[in-house]
């Protein structure tokens, strides 16, 4: 079951639609600036009390050149010293945060995103990961979850040395796409063999999973040709993959307005583009994990989604969401118990908040009763494909069929459409509605309404 898609073009028409991803819910377009630096703190010292395990994410936003079709929240520039002032306040905000914690809490996983976070000179990431080891309990056995994003213009085989003797064990390499001409259409000029040297360094230093994201939708693609990038990952032989769906948000993300508009592939090779993926990656033994990632058979991931124990949060597919998620850095969003909260997005709002001995903490979310059971649906749904009633019904003391009444009607069309199996004891989705699980997961969303979809990317 857990292999199989069906490709259903008419399906696919009618419900792909923009929405969110859910890397959360109620997600963070529902953030307000009510939360503030005092509920964060309350939420560390409830962790504390529970002793739960951590997950850290820490954002490093500089960038030495910028890539058009990029959404992330960085600082492009070739001046090396813009680190320092930062690191600076990043050393502070750690401090700040530990302090409220207890030093037993083990951090399981660890993740540097960017922004590329080997901007950072070696001296300056053993230094932050010196600050980290000395406030944190950062695991010592190789253990942990311990990833980071690389570009691999910006790493070389002593860069790979001194991840992995910082205890860094997973690597996330941007690739997009190997086309010359689409390179050129994004600004990301990036060879092969620049990249295979990376991926060979890894094996070679033994870090435990590599990820390779692509996107498809960049302008100049062609199915064909994107096919034939595809092609050469799978010969890379990656652990993971990420193959994300460009959106084009010119009116958001002002690095895309770089994009001309004309040179985007059409809806129709789009669609060509993911099913001629899912078909390569499926056929060299890849399993389809969900939304945009896959993964070998024997990893945790592929493994999770088998036993029903996958989650997912900010960071996307997990096994690590019994953990409080700590958010470092610059826009950084923690999650700890049932608060969402967020850093200021600007750099020198962050800093400057730092400079005065304060926390960055800007907005958020205090989820209340439904949005904790919403939660549960969307995330039993977008990660294990299968709903059983009776474990939110004995979670939150309810009647399922009837908290969910102004829903059935849309489940059941649903249902006649064949996107999932339905019935007064379960939902299942079925293989032609893997694709489109972010529109059965919309179903459950009471936010959805109010919001303008513009702001989305589509589901497919």
Partial sequence: MLDAIRWDSDLIRRYDLAGPRYTSYPTAMQFHDQISPFDFLHALRDSRKAMRPLSLYVHVPFCANICYYCACNKVITKDRGRAQPYLKRLEQEISLVACHLDPRQKVEQLHFGGGTPTFLSHDELRQLMGHLREHFNLLDDDSGDYGIEIDPREADWST?????????????????????????AVNRLQSLEETRAVIDAARTLQFRSINIDLIYGLPKQTPMAFARTVEEVISLQPDRLSVFNYAHLPERFKPQRRINTSDLPSPADKLQMLEHTIEQLTGAGYRYIGMDHFALPDDELAIAQEESTLQRNFQGYTTHGHCDLIGLGVSAISQIGELYCQNNSDIALYQHTLASEQLATSRGLLCNQDDRIRREVIQQIICNLHLPFARIEQAFNIDFRGYFSAQWPELEAMA?????????????????????????????????????????????
């Fill in 160 to 184: 790979m040395g001194l991840l992995r003797e910082l205890g860094f064990n997973r690597v996330s390499i941007g690739l997009q796409d190997l086309d010359p001409a689409v390179q050129r």
């Fill in 416 to 460: 006649a459409d064949g996107l999932i199996a339905l019935n007064n004891e379960q939902l299942t989705v079925l293989p032609a509605g893997r694709l489109l699980v972010r529109s059965v997961c919309m179903a459950f969303d009471a936010y959805l309404a109010q919001q303008p979809r513009q702001r989305f990317s589509r589901v497919i």
